[in-house]
């Protein structure tokens, strides 16, 4: 019986072989499509897995009421009082700088050596890293220790087995008492070499607002991660707000509902890469990864559904078939069964196939993600197996119920494709492949002019040739290295201007401090910067002055804020300019606002404008210790040259051995676009292929449908009727399906592009072009689709359909 149902089953696939092609293709392509994003999806949830402590330690992220957002930092004694008093709580790891490098001289060699981080001194307890040589013991309990990865010391020694040597970086001598190696496996936690910050650490241990700090919490076997989250709000937050709030007249209710934070979130350490809200190690991104998981789903559904509309029509060709099998004795089990396995037999045959395409376009994913990715995961092909099966169920089941429930007498006559059941259950499955084929081409012109808009927006500044280059070698004193260059670098030929900003647009950089008024508070960004910044980079004044060098008060009080600051306030521009405001980095200072500038953007276009205030550098007496660049306006003739004179300047005079950490700043803003232009990249592929896919399904159908209509055609021709009225008759039909399906795609598309432009803080208004081209762009490509088929058919032969009428 097998064999002769493989029989029956290859004689069909080559009777339809157009219809054959098409099914492979278009599972073929769905099935690599879903592989591929599997693979991304699978790849972003094995970080953190190495780690054999995973399921005992959870990322803190506290939460802002009153900012509605996360933030991924805590202060020391937070994490302290929480280890205290919550007995769940087994202790707790600090990060508090990452990225660092520095200069680093050995006996052997001086070299420079990057990527390391500034970690509490039980870091080895919660990161059990291999250790090649030394010993975790007290690895870290002193601020002149440090420890290496394999990689870090053969940079600064040669060899890895360097426990007790020495090395030298900012005039201080470490020994190395640990060697450890980075996992192979996927970790955003990859330090090349470890440090303990002892002293500040300990002048931060009772700053309660000194939020500074990434942490980890390792909770106690059998620990509810939920309760301790209540436990930390409760036994914790409301304690800082006690103690905080006590001499400054407020109550704690008030002083949290202020300050913040108001709640918090604990998430597995082998989850914050995808689902943590706030990270210390970049922002997630599950949301993004979702869009493009369904949208590769909803390419195999289309798939699915050409295998239904080609089979179910196919069918209806066999039906005498059918019938005389069914007159014979044959069962409905078995028409059910002999129908599964020709499917089964082409979604096998598609599955080898996708495998073999994206293991040959997995380097160009790879290159497009930036990752290593390898199809030697089981769970790749167990899912995609699993999606294989359950199109073979779908594809299979549904022509094959609704072939077998007809009686022997009726499929003998042929009328199943003549009937209600057969005509609906075609029609009503082709106008849900339009549907998403219409979502997908309203999805893709709506994000690419998202893009577009985010790309061509005024951004309130102007960053060109504009090279920043940040500070590598620690200094003591920062702002004297920046004033003395100041002077030094302007006599580089090529170099226009130079100043220094904190705050600069796209680096990612901010620090922030709650500003108080009376009874109201604000969270704003410091702006920190030289008295010409704003000028240099272009940035409009919209009420009072500038900062004056000849001013003494523009060095001690005064501050210049942005627009999103007064909003904050409720303040007009004239009221904002007389009202005296008391800033959490300098509270008992009164500060004057002296100018009210444009707002322009700092960190992204998806992000609302932030309040900031800008005050010169040497107006607080820290701030000027965190003067971390120089910035550069260069002439537009001959950049390159211009660089090469700065870089051969810096590697001679400022920093020798270190590398020039530069970029410029339009170029470095314009890498917050990147994931969205990936996104427009990638729906615009997706858009394509499901429109091949359903294209050509479409074309099969037709195809189908019209051959069973050529004795009809016969008979109009005959009678006088004209090649055009044959055409539009015989493609009518499809054209009102796919009207009825753009219509009802409509609304579905509204809302869900809708809900993805929400996330946008800078966003475009829905558009109303883009569902008109998805009516007029299906309606043309249905037309055209079908009228080919439907010419061909007025060219029908009249003696061949109507000899034997």
């Avoid at 559904?301 to 007159?327: M, P, Y």
Wanted: hydrophobic share 40%.
């Amino acid at each position: 019986m097998l064999n002769n149902w493989l029989k029956i089953a290859f004689i069909n696939y080559k009777k339809n072989w157009l219809s054959t092609i098409i099914n492979l293709f278009g599972l073929t392509i769905g099935l690599t499509g879903f592989m591929l994003i599997l693979m991304h999806w699978n790849d972003e949830e094995s970080f953190e897995r190495w780690n054999p402590k995973k399921d005992s330690i959870y990322s803190f992220q506290s939460y802002s009421k009153k900012e509605n957002s996360y933030g991924n930092n805590i202060s020391i004694p937070i994490a302290k009082h929480s280890k205290e008093v919550i007995p769940e709580v087994q202790d707790y790891v600090l990060l508090k700088s990452s990225g660092m490098g520095f200069k680093m001289t050995t006996k052997y060699k001086t070299a420079y050596q990057d990527d390391g981080m500034n970690v509490s001194d039980n870091f080895f307890d919660f990161f059990p890293f291999k250790l090649i040589s030394g010993t975790y013991k007290n690895a870290l309990k002193d601020g002149n220790v440090i420890a290496l990865s394999t990689t870090a010391a053969k940079n600064l020694f040669g060899k890895t087995n360097v426990a007790g040597e020495t090395l030298k970086f900012n005039d201080k001598s470490f020994i190395v008492t640990a060697v450890y190696e980075l996992p192979k496996e996927n970790s955003q936690i990859k330090p090349e070499f470890l440090l303990t910050p002892v002293e500040q650490m300990k002048n931060d241990e009772n700053e309660w607002g000194n939020f500074n700090y990434g942490c980890f919490f390792m909770l106690k076997k059998n620990a509810d991660p939920n309760v301790v989250q209540q436990k930390i709000v409760k036994e914790v937050f409301e304690y800082k707000a006690k103690v905080n709030a006590g001499g400054s007249g407020i109550t704690p209710q008030k002083y949290l509902e202020l300050y913040g934070p108001n709640n918090c979130l604990l998430t597995p350490l082998d989850k914050i890469k995808l689902h943590a809200k706030a990270s210390w190690f970049g922002n997630p991104d599950l949301k993004t990864l979702m869009i493009l998981f369904i949208l590769s789903v909803l390419i195999v559904v289309l798939s699915a559904i050409n295998f239904i509309n080609l089979k179910t029509a196919q069918a209806s060709q066999r039906a005498k078939e059918i019938g005389v099998r069914k007159a014979i004795g044959s069962t409905k089990s078995n028409l059910v069964l002999q129908f599964l396995l020709e499917t089964f037999v082409i979604c096998i045959a598609s599955y080898l196939l996708s495998l073999a395409l994206t293991e040959l376009l997995l380097p160009s994913f790879n290159k497009f993600y930036d990752k290593e990715m390898k199809m030697d995961d089981w769970n790749i092909y167990f899912y995609s197996f699993a999606m294989v099966i359950i199109v073979t169920l779908i594809s299979g089941l549904i022509p094959a119920m609704y072939l077998s429930n007809f009686k022997a007498i009726e499929t003998l006559k042929g009328n199943f494709a003549r009937s209600r059941h057969g005509v609906w259950l075609r029609n009503g499955i082709l106008t849900l492949q339009l549907i998403i084929s219409s979502f997908f081409i309203i999805g893709g012109l709506i994000i690419n002019q998202q893009v577009k808009y985010m790309m061509n927006k005024d951004l309130g500044y102007s960053g060109k040739q504009i090279m920043m280059i940040s500070f590598n070698e620690e200094n003591s004193k920062p702002w004297l290295k920046y004033e003395r260059l100041k002077t030094e670098m302007k006599k580089i030929e090529g170099v226009v201007d130079i100043s220094y900003g904190e705050a600069v647009p796209g680096s990612g950089r901010s620090n922030d401090s709650n500003i108080d008024y009376m009874d109201k508070s604000i969270q704003a960004q410091h702006g920190s910067m030289d008295y010409n910044y704003l000028q240099f980079i272009n940035v409009k004044l919209k009420k009072g002055r500038w900062l004056n060098p000849n001013l003494a008060s523009d060095t001690i009080s005064n501050v210049l804020v942005n627009e999103a600051f007064v909003r904050k306030f409720g303040w007009s521009d004239d009221e904002a300019l007389k009202n005296v405001f008391h800033p959490g980095f300098d509270y008992d200072k009164n500060y004057h606002i002296v100018g009210i500038v444009n707002d322009f953007n700092i960190r992204n276009l998806k992000s609302q404008i932030e309040p900031v205030v800008f005050f010169h550098y040497k107006e607080t007496e820290w701030k000027r210790y965190d003067v971390y660049n120089i910035q550069l306006k260069l002439k537009t003739d001959n950049i390159d040259d211009t660089v090469k004179r700065i870089q051969t300047y810096w590697q001679n005079n400022v920093e020798p051995g270190y590398p020039v950490d530069y970029y410029f700043i339009d170029k470095q803003f314009a890498k917050t676009f990147k994931t969205y232009q990936k996104q427009r990249t990638l729906f615009t592929i997706l858009n394509a292929m499901v429109l091949m896919v359903a294209l050509l399904g479409l074309f099969a159908l037709s195809s189908l449908i019209i051959e069973q209509k050529l004795k009809d055609v016969a008979i109009k021709k005959t009678l006088g009727a004209s090649d055009r009225t044959l055409i539009i008759g015989l493609t009518k039909q499809f054209l009102w399906i796919t009207f009825t399906a753009v219509i009802v795609s409509v609304p579905i598309s509204y809302y869900l592009m809708n809900e993805w432009l929400k996330d946008f803080a800078y966003r475009i208004d829905m558009p109303v072009l883009p569902f008109i081209l998805s009516m007029i762009s299906l309606l043309i490509l249905t037309f055209a689709v079908v009228s080919i088929k439907a010419y061909q058919a007025t060219k029908v032969s009249l003696v061949k359909y109507l000899k034997y009428e």
